[in-house]
C-alpha cells in the first residue's frame, strides 16, 4: 500500500512534467490524463471510491475530451510555439520551486496534522457524502446549478459564429 | 497508513508544477491544462485532509472545485475559439493587445 502511495505519486509528478515539458500540446493532454488516472488512484487509496469515479468521469471522460478536440479542430498540433527567453524559463523554474518550498513550509506548520480520531473507511462512500451535500451544503449545491447553466449558455455564445 | 506530510509533499509539488508551466508556457491550451493540474493538487490535498480528519465536508468541496474547474474549461475554451477565429494563433502574447 505504502509502495503503491509512491509509486503513483512519481507518476503523477513525472507526468505532471510531461504537461509543462512537452513541446507538442496533444502530448501534454496525453499526459495530463495520467497524471488524473494518478491522482484518481491516491483517491481510491484514500478510501474515497465515489470521489475517483466522479473524478475520471468528469476529468478523463469530459474536460480532456474538450481539450482534444478544440486541439484537433484548430489543428493546433502542427503549430510550433514561440519560447521564451532561457532567462525566463529558468526564472519561472525557480519561481515555480521556491513556491513549492513556502507552501510546504506553510501547510506543515498550520497545525497538528496528526489524525484526529481513527480514520473512518466510510467517510467516501456516496452514503455519507449524499447526507453531507443535501444536508449541510443543499443550497452551494443549486447555486452550481445555476453556475453550470451560466458556463453552458456562455459557451454557446462565445463559440457561434456571428450572423453577419 | 501514509503519513499526511507526504499528501502535502505530493500535492505542494503537483501544485507548482502547474505554476511553473503558467509562468513558462506560452501555449493558451497549455496554460489551462496546468490550470487544471493546479485545482487538482488542491483536491488531492482536500481529500487527504477529509480523510485524516474523518470529515465528509472537505470532500464535498472536491465535488465544487471540479464544477468550478468543468465550467472554466468549457468557457475558457469558447473563449480560445473566438479568438482562433479572429487571428489564427494560441500565442498569448499576441493577445496582449487587448489591454488597448
Known sequence: MEILFYLLAIVAIASALGVVLSKNPVYSVLSLICTFFAIAAQYILLNAQFLAAVHIIVYAGAIMVLFLFVIMLLNLNILV?????????????????LL???????????????????ANAKIGLIENLGMTL??????????????????????????????? | MIPLDHYIYL???????GVTGVLMRRNMIVLFMCI???????????VALSQYHSDSAAQVFVFFVMLVAAAEAA??????????????????????RLKN
Open chain 2, 75 to 96: 468557457v475558457g475554451l469558447a473563449i480560445l475559439v473566438m479568438l482562433y477565429r479572429n487571428n489564427p494563433t494560441t500565442q498569448i502574447d499576441v493577445w496582449n
Open chain 1, 134 to 164: 443535501f444536508n449541510q451544503y443543499l443550497l452551494p449545491f443549486e447555486v452550481s446549478s445555476l453556475l453550470f447553466l451560466a458556463a453552458m449558455v456562455g459557451a454557446v455564445v462565445l463559440a457561434k459564429k456571428e450572423i453577419a
Open chain 1, 81 to 97: 510555439e514561440t519560447q521564451r527567453f532561457t532567462t525566463a524559463r529558468l526564472t519561472a523554474a525557480f519561481t515555480g520551486g
Open chain 1, 100 to 118: 513549492c518550498l513556502v507552501l510546504i513550509a506553510a501547510l506543515r506548520s498550520a497545525g497538528d496534522i496528526k489524525a484526529a480520531n481513527p
Open chain 2, 11 to 17: 500535492s505542494s509539488i503537483l501544485f507548482a508544477i
Open chain 2, 36 to 46: 487544471e493540474l493546479m485545482l487538482n493538487a488542491s483536491n488531492l490535498l482536500l
